[in-house]
């Protein structure tokens, strides 16, 4: 990740000091992406500011508030896009979801292996393999949720976040538990198969707008990762999953459960 000009930014906008730590955690951590983290915080707030000037009511409310907008300093613009009650836009509803989304994709592994080292207490068989499944993915989902702490403001987080911490543990521990290995590689491999339409649509809306790239590089990079993962667990469930009636059943479970929680985190 590559920060060069924080200082400046920090020097133009008001950035909490734990923020700036984040954003500095993130940098150092998280691997493989190559994105400028402040420039996609500039984008995140020029976005906020179109739709702000895109929603002026009837008559000349729109214009109106195009022209108060226009006379804003930069410092004005980050006041009010950091208001806690600042209205939330296309684009804050999304990455409030991928907030959620990353944030239950991290429980989701960390349940799987406790239901991993409970298997193996009870003589159900250890699995090394299955391990560094979690391990790995679970390493990369962490990244992902840095990248997006570090990028959207707090105020802009659902307030469901301890819920999806508790449904994606219980997400990952439920099967991988009752089902070993797996039934965590065929829940991975549909929470992804969401993830990845629920990415894709957010890339293609922002590639037909023609703006914010570091925004959708950050998007692409994170979507990529999901479509790895997907496809790994593909390749290790062992079975296919239109052949089995109980797959088929879970599946749409866990896609119909994905779409209620990222729906739910853009408007809560």
Known sequence: VRLRSMAAILRRVRIPNAWAR???SAAAEAKGITVDLPRV??????EWLRAEMATGGGGDGGAMRAARYCMFTYGDAQRLYNEPGAKWHWLDREMSSNVAGETGAVEIYRGAHA???????????ADTSAERFVQEHAATESDHLRLMLTVVPPHKHTCLLPVWRVAGWLLGFGPTLAAGPRGLFCTVHFVESFVEDHYGLQIRTLEKGGRSPELLGLLQACCADEVHHKEDARARMGVDPAGSLM???????????????AE?????
């Open 264 to 268: 739910a985190a853009r408007r809560i």
């Open 22 to 24: 984040r954003a500095a």
């Open 115 to 125: 239901a991993l080292v409970v298997r193996a207490a009870v003589g159900l068989g």
């Open 41 to 46: 915080r500039e984008e995140l707030l020029q």
């Open 247 to 261: 797959v088929r059943a879970w599946g749409s479970i866990v896609l119909l459960g994905s779409k209620w929680a």
